[in-house]
């Protein structure tokens, strides 16, 4: 069956310079990439996407963590994932969100690590099911970014839309 996984390469990813590494890896998948930014992780979006995680008394680390404070890398690679079995596909070359416990050859097997306060940097996010899929693709990425329709979408008009655009 065919379907979407959001994938977020965290800060400590990108600041060990890991984007190119993480990246061949999932190709082994030959899942699409129908949608790729890079996006400055403010405290709503942080909070939001770990809101299943609010009474964890880790979690001000957590939302640190992908906010980048951790390492002074305020962004994250925010990615969708699209093929047969993608969230199967892309978890198992994940490797278990416990680094420790990841087998070595995975991604989080081989670039993570767990700190002195017990937060796992494991360089990647990836969709746990199709219903949080759906909800984290929403989260993080509008219809039009994405190109594929994997959603219903609706056509508004905003009147009263400030946008930046180009001087």
């Known amino acids: 069956m065919n379907q979407q996984t959001l994938v977020l390469i965290k800060p400590d990813g990108l600041v060990k310079s890991l984007t190119g590494n993480i990246l061949t890896r999932l190709s082994e998948t030959k899942l699409q990439i129908i949608a790729a930014k890079m996006v400055n992780v403010n405290y709503e979006l942080a909070v939001e996407h770990y809101k299943q995680m609010k009474d ?91 190109i594929m329709d994997i959603y219903p979408v609706k056509k508004i008009t905003v009147s009263t839309l400030g946008q930046k655009v180009w001087a």
Not at 67 to 78: F, I, S, Y
Not at 101 to 125: C, D, F, M, Q, W
């Open 56 to 146: 964890a008394p880790f979690f001000d680390e957590l939302i640190s963590y992908l906010q980048g404070t951790l390492h002074d890398r305020r962004k994250v690679m925010a990615m969708v994932y699209w093929g047969e079995d993608a969230i199967k596909k892309v978890r198992q070359l994940a490797g278990a969100t416990n680094p420790e416990e990841a087998e070595p050859t995975s991604i989080r097997g081989s670039y993570g690590r767990i700190t002195s306060k017990g937060v796992y940097e494991n360089v990647l996010h990836a969709s746990s099911d199709i219903t949080e899929a759906e909800r984290e693709i929403k989260l993080w990425f509008r219809p039009e970014e994405i």
